[in-house]
Each structure stands twice: as C-alpha cells, then as structure tokens.
C-alpha cells in the first residue's frame, strides 16, 4: 500500500493579532514570522503514519509543493518516520491558488507512481481554502471522503469516520481515495523520538520539477483567482470591564448586567 | 452580465438555514447586474423546497428529482449539481460552504475548470466586474479577489448573511434537471451513522452559548459550564485547544474549524480569543468573557469582561442566575 500525505509549510498561524501586518506592497504579511507546518496537515501526516504501521509492507511518502525553504515539513515527516519525502517546485509557480495547487500535486502523485490513499488536510491554516484535497481526487479520479476523524485498517479494507451534519459516518472505503483530515484525539501528532530526528536529517528529499511531470497542463497551473488587496481590518469592541475585585461580587454585577440588558 | 445558480438545500422538504442565507446572498449579487436569481434544489422529492426556493426570491429552480438522491451520497450529489450547473447555463454557481458545500465545492470547480473561493463574506460589483471578499490568515486579515476564469463556484461562510424571508405571492417557474443516475458511481460502502435528532439544539442554532477553553484547565469544569447553560436554557461549546485536549467532543467547537454560531449571549470563559475562535461568533449579539488575563485578545471582541480566575466567579454567577431566573419566572407567570 503506497499511502502520500501531501504537507505544507505555512506562516505560524498563532501569531497574536497584534504582531500581524500586511505589507501594502507585496500583498503579504510582514516579515515573515516563523514557517511551520500546517496544523490539520500535521494530523494528516499522523494518521498515515498510524495507518502505515498498522498494514504490512505499507509506505508513507511526504509530499511538498513549495520552495527549498519548505523542506523543513519534509524534514519533520521524515522524523516521523516518512518512508520518503518528495519537494515539487518551479520558481514561476508563485502564488498559486488551490486549483493550481491540487492539479500540481495530483501530477506529482501520479509522476511518483501514483497512491492508493492520499492524506490532506482539510483546511490550511493560512489561507484555509479547504479545496485541496477534493481538487486533487477529482484529478486522480478517485473517491474523496472531506472532514476524517479516524482511519483503521481492518480485514483488509480502510474503515473511515468522518464527521457529518449532526454527528458521524463511518464509511468503508475503496482505494484508491482522498482524505481530509481533522484534528481528533486519534490523530495528535507525535513527538518525534530523538534517534528519529536525527536520522532524517541524513535522509534524502527528492527534487521534482515541472518538466518531470509528463501530463502537467500549464493553464491549470495558473490561480484560477488574483489577488487584489489584502488588509487587516480593525473591528475592536469596546468592551466594558466590570470594575471590582471581588470574585463573588464580579459574579452578582454580570448577573444583574445579563438581566438589565435583556439578554436573557 | 453573469448568470447566478444557488445550490438550495433541503431537509425533509424545508430549506436550510444556510440556504436561505445562500438565497439573500444570491438576490444582492444579482440586483448588483440586474439579473435574476436561479436555484437548484437536490433530492427525491423536492416540490415543496422548490416552492420555498421561489418564495425566497429565485425566479426559476433547477428540480434534480431522483430516487437515488433520498439521501446525501456526496458522488450523486455532485453529478447532479454538475448536471444542473451545466444545463442552467449559469457563470456563477453559490453554495454555503457548510459540511456538503465542503463536499463539493472543490471537486465541482476541478471538474468544470471554474474558479473557486471559498469562506466568502461579501462582493463588489464595479463595471460587471466582480470581487470576492473573504478573510484569510485565521481572520486575522481580509482579501479581495477577482476570477480568472469565466466560471465561478462560490462558498459562502454560513452565518454571515440574514436569511431570506418567504414571501408566498411571488411566482417563478420550476425546470426539472435531465439527470442520468446510476448507484455505480457510489463506490465506499456506509457501515454506520449516527446522528443526533433533529430536535436537539445544535450549536448553530443556539441562542444563549456558555463556552469554555483550556484556561478551566480540567474537564470537570465543563459539568459547571453544563449547569450554568442549563440555568440560562442556553448549549456548552467549547475552544479546539478544550477540545484537542479531550475534555469535550469535537463537535463542540466553536470556529474557524468547528460551529459557525450566531447566538443572541456567548459566555467564553478561560477562552484567550484567537482569532480562528474569534471567526466563528463574529455573529453573536453580546458577548461575556471571563479570563484572568487582562490583555487576553478576547477583550478586544467581548462587550463584557470580568478579568479574574473563573474559579472565583463561576459558582456565584451559577447561584445568582438560579436566584434571578428563577424569580423572573415566577413575575411572568
Ligand atoms: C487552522 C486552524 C484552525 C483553528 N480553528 C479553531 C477553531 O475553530 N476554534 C478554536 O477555538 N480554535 C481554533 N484554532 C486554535 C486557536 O488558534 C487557538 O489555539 C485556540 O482557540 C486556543 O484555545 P483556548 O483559548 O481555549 O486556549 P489558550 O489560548 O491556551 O487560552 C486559555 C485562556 O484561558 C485563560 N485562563 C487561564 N487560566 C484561567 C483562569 N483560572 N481563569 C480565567 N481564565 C484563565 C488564559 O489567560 C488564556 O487566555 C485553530 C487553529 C488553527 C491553526
Ligand atoms: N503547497 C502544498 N503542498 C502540499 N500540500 C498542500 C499544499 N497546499 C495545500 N496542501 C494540502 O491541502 C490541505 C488543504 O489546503 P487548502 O485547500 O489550501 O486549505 C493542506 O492541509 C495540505 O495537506
């Protein structure tokens, strides 16, 4: 089983709001702040390692679309024992959109011999377009399960929990398929031992370019969308801070202050 | 001049809520052209949410009417919507982006090489050209985009748009859709589900919310947060930090990433108020925090703030509440 879990690096997505700019100029945030793995990703990346340990003769391969900046995600897969680690990138690709992004990726896929599961997030942390995943199993032509919780391999098939409306679905699926992954308590990402980081420090990343994807088609690796603006809007409330400092006493204002105001 | 398709969906014949939100969306980007609007309505017996479509302003609904569309099959559902798309002629197709339009909307977009945006709160109309208005960066900062593509397929973030109200004097004409289904397209087999009933509040449609975060640091506090709500007659959400450290289920997160919530009180208790927690109550009415840090980004967004540890607030807030409430009844009786 050839499981690809495709990663990317983002801008720290908890950066307080007070140290968050947008540089006019280039439509971006200001100095840089620190890269690091998107989080939902990050799960993803758990949950095919998980996967992989679980099925014999299985292998998880770690996939990039980014500059050589980003092989710090390829780096941490690799420290979580990532079988291999794959960076896609062509320096006229800058600020592609998820269109892009999942047509590059789904060539990539099929370029390295093709997966029979594909793990994504559901929503990157930066710019969370949640359309990566899908875009990439309608390319490959196969099924896509968006919102997974928890995967396990039983009597040989992939038994797949995704959260629905009002509570969950368990589906079991086919390969070969798409998932995005969300957070759960199944999927917490590992600190990676020590001996394991160390390794992947040795381990070598594989370098694709766009002339190596044979069936590439330039036009869809265009944005499908341009960016005309970005700003940080100002919607601060000026909230009323009860005044005292008696716990109890804080408790019967707010109490009352509910009533007053008629929200209850 | 753009052609608009809204995906209207249906449950049990009544439209949702966040269809109807997708419809008073849809009416203000056509009247921005002078055109009208056009729905699509999906499942097996759809006449009455058809009808409901047209009372809620579209001019003529799309009616994809198959047995096999009973329930949502997200393989079915999308052959339809293309089926659909395709025959309406439409430029610009909107959905919500809620748990189906998460399905979807990507997937549709790869498949008819449209353009996609997703989490979109608002537009702008100059000269037929078209913007597309959506935070990015968890809220933290607003983007403008214009498609490239002649084709669009637009997710709208639930919650952020009033839903249209029925007016039932209006007419409009109903087109079925020529669909060509087959069960072979449904290739994952569904072993189980399980739903909480549709008389159970869910987080979205909550009016009074008591929520709590990391800062309660244990998870039997949230039995107290469980009293308090039920005291006010209100539900318990909680932070994705609460919940990633399994004090509560996911599905009580409220966000970014989880419920999208637009209660008339939000009570954040021990919740710092980033900004992936901050998008999903940007519709809440009032909103109380307590936190025992005064410079807790919460206090930016909240219109009441007690800065101290919860722990010396909660049980008198309790006990009071029990007091007035209590009382308050008994005056209205
Ligand atoms: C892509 C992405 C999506 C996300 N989506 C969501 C989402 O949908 N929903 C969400 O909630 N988060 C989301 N997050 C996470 C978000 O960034 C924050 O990490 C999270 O909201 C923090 O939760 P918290 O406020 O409970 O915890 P913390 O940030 O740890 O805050 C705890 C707060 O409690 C206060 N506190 C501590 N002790 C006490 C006490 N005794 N009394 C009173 N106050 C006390 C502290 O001062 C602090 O402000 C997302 C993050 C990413 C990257
Ligand atoms: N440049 C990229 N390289 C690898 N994976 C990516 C990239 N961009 C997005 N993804 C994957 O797609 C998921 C959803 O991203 P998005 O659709 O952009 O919100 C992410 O969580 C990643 O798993």
């Known amino acids: 089983m050839h499981i690809v879990v495709c990663l990317k690096q983002v801008l720290d997505p908890e950066i307080p709001p007070k140290y968050f700019k947008i540089d006019p100029e280039t439509n971006r945030p200001e100095d840089d702040g620190d890269m690091v793995m998107d989080s939902y990703a990050e799960n993803a990346l758990e949950a095919a390692i998980q996967l992989r340990d679980s099925v014999e003769e299985a292998k998880v391969t770690a996939l990039c679309l980014g500059d050589e900046e980003s092989e710090d995600v390829l780096r941490r897969a690799l420290s979580f024992t990532a079988d291999r680690a794959v960076r896609v990138w062509d320096d006229e690709w800058e600020d592609l959109d998820g269109q892009a992004v999942g047509h590059i990726l789904a060539q990539t896929i099929k370029t390295i011999g093709g997966a029979d599961f594909v793990l994504t997030g559901y929503q990157a942390s930066d710019i969370e377009e949640g359309i990566v995943g899908p875009v990439i199993a309608e390319e490959l032509g196969s099924s896509c399960i968006t919102l997974v919780s928890d995967l396990v391999w039983e009597e040989n098939t992939c038994k797949v929990t995704y959260e629905t409306e009002r509570g969950y679905g368990v589906l079991e699926v ?21 001996k394991d980081v160390r390794l992947a420090r040795s381990k070598p990343i594989e370098e694709i370019e766009m002339e190596d994807l044979e069936s590439l088609d330039i036009e869809r690796c265009k944005s499908s969308l341009k960016l005309e603006r970005v700003y940080v809007p100002s919607r601060e409330v000026a909230c009323e801070i009860l005044p005292g400092e008696d716990g109890p006493e804080l408790a019967k204002e707010l109490a009352d ?5 008629k929200v209850l | 001049m753009s052609k608009v398709l809204v995906y209207v969906d249906q449950l049990e014949g009544n439209l949702s809520s966040n269809a109807r939100e997708a419809l008073t969306f849809s009416k203000g980007l056509a009247n921005s052209f002078a055109g009208n609007v056009t729905a699509v309505v999906i499942g097996s017996n759809v006449e009455a949410a058809a009808n409901e479509a047209i009372a809620c302003g579209a001019t003529i609904v799309y009616r994809a009417e198959d047995p096999l569309l009973a329930d949502y099959e997200v393989d079915l559902y999308l052959e339809a919507l293309y089926t659909a798309f395709h025959q309406s002629d439409a430029d610009i197709l ?27 709160l608002d537009f702008t109309v100059e ?32 919650k952020s748009h009033e839903q249209a109200e029925p007016d039932n004097a209006r007419a409009g004409e109903i087109i079925p859709v020529h669909l060509n289904l087959s069960n072979d397209i449904v290739v994952n087999k569904l072993i189980e589900k399980m739903e909480s009933s549709l008389s159970d509040v869910r987080l979205e449609d909550a009016n009074i919310i008591v929520a709590g975060g990391k800062g309660l640091g244990e998870r039997e506090v949230f039995e107290d947060l469980q009293e308090l709500a039920n005291v006010l007659g209100g539900v318990v959400g909680a932070s994705r930090a609460a919940c990633d450290a399994g004090w509560v289920p996911t599905n009580l997160q409220v966000g ?20 992936q927690h901050l998008s999903g109550i940007t519709s809440a009415k009032t909103i109380v925090a307590i936190n025992n840090d005064p410079d807790a980004p919460i206090f930016k967004r909240a219109n009441i703030g007690i800065v101290k540890d919860y722990k010396t607030v909660l049980p008198t807030l309790i006990e009071e509440l029990k007091k007035k409430l209590g009382k308050e009844h008994k005056t209205h009786a």
């Open chain 2, 94 to 120: 909107i959905l919500p982006f809620d748990r189906k339009g998460k399905d979807l909307i990507g997937r549709l977009a790869a498949r008819v090489q449209a353009s996609a945006i997703t989490e979109v």
């Open chain 1, 257 to 261: 202050k509910m009533v007053e105001l």
């Open chain 1, 174 to 194: 086919r390969s070969p398929a798409v998932f995005t992954i969300v957070s759960s308590e199944k999927n917490v990402p590992r600190l990676p031992k020590v």
């Open chain 2, 256 to 275: 970014q990433t989880g419920a999208v919530v637009a209660p008339d009180l939000y009570i954040a208790i021990g919740i710092s108020g980033a900004s």
């Open chain 2, 127 to 158: 000269d037929n050209d078209i913007k597309w208005i959506r935070p990015i960066y968890g809220d933290k900062a607003v983007a403008e985009y214009k498609a490239t593509r002649k084709k669009v397929v637009v997710g709208i973030r639930p």
